[in-house]
């Protein structure tokens, strides 16, 4: 059974700081994806990670992806309020063209002033 | 463009009747997926449609889920007598061809009571 772990699951964050949320999985894939979710909120897509090595950038965030050490990463750079969600990494463990994804448990991130 | 659209958004029910969840995928994509978002176990796969193929039915967690889509666009899934364990919110994607990005619609929150 594929398990998705992210840690930490809560991050409380002063405004300027770095940090990274980690997301390890149990099983072999090159598809890793990171969503975003607001409270009372739908997800929304933040990045798909198609290959070992994948590195993907969009304003203050960035993540990567190791598939050898089956390992993700969101490093959050000068965090600031706005990006206070839950963040969900998920993995599509098929390989082939289902795209069914399993999720992590989320990191709660709060940003404080 | 519109995007994915689910209805009702909230749902009270009370335990041992039926519902329906619906779905409107975005025009054109020919994937839908449900899941299912709990407190206690996270975010779950439900079912998987892929244009006229059989569904993969693997994430249902009960023969009370059942869920259809008809003309390869709007879908319904349908919880028979329901149980507070039931409780949480659905939430529909859809996925175009061959790409990688599944997109979410709102979700229904639905409460057994």
């Known amino acids: 059974e594929l398990k998705v772990e992210q840690n930490p699951l809560f991050l409380s964050m002063q405004e300027e700081k770095n940090y990274t949320i980690y997301c390890n999985y149990s099983?072999?894939?090159?598809?890793l994806y990171w969503y975003r979710q607001d409270p009372g909120k739908s997800l929304e897509s933040l990045f798909v990670?198609?290959?070992?090595?994948a590195v993907k950038q969009e304003g203050r965030l960035m993540a990567s992806l190791d598939t050898k050490a089956r390992l993700s990463t969101l490093h959050i750079t000068a965090a600031v309020h706005d990006l206070s969600a839950t963040y969900f990494c998920?993995?599509?463990?098929?390989?082939?063209?289902?795209?069914?994804?399993?999720f992590g448990k989320g990191t709660l991130l709060t940003v404080n002033p | 463009g519109a995007g994915v659209s689910q209805s009702p958004s909230n749902k009270v029910t009370e335990k041992g009747k039926d519902v329906e969840l619906r779905c409107d995928p975005i025009s054109g994509h020919t994937a839908l997926y449900w899941y299912r978002q709990s407190l206690g176990q996270g975010l779950e796969f439900l079912i998987y449609f892929q244009g006229n193929s059989a569904p993969d039915k693997s994430g249902l967690p009960s023969d009370r889920f059942s869920a259809e889509r008809t003309g390869g666009s709007v879908s319904t899934l349908t919880i028979q007598r329901t149980q507070q364990e039931d409780s949480a919110v659905y939430l529909c994607?859809?996925?175009?061809?061959?790409?990688?990005?599944?997109?979410f619609g709102p979700g229904t929150r639905l409460t057994v009571t």
């Open positions: 994607a859809s996925r175009m061809g061959q790409s990688y990005e599944q997109y």
């Open positions: 099983t072999t894939s090159d598809r």
């Open positions: 990670l198609l290959s070992n090595g």
């Open positions: 998920a993995v599509d463990p098929s390989g082939g063209s289902n795209y069914k994804l399993t």
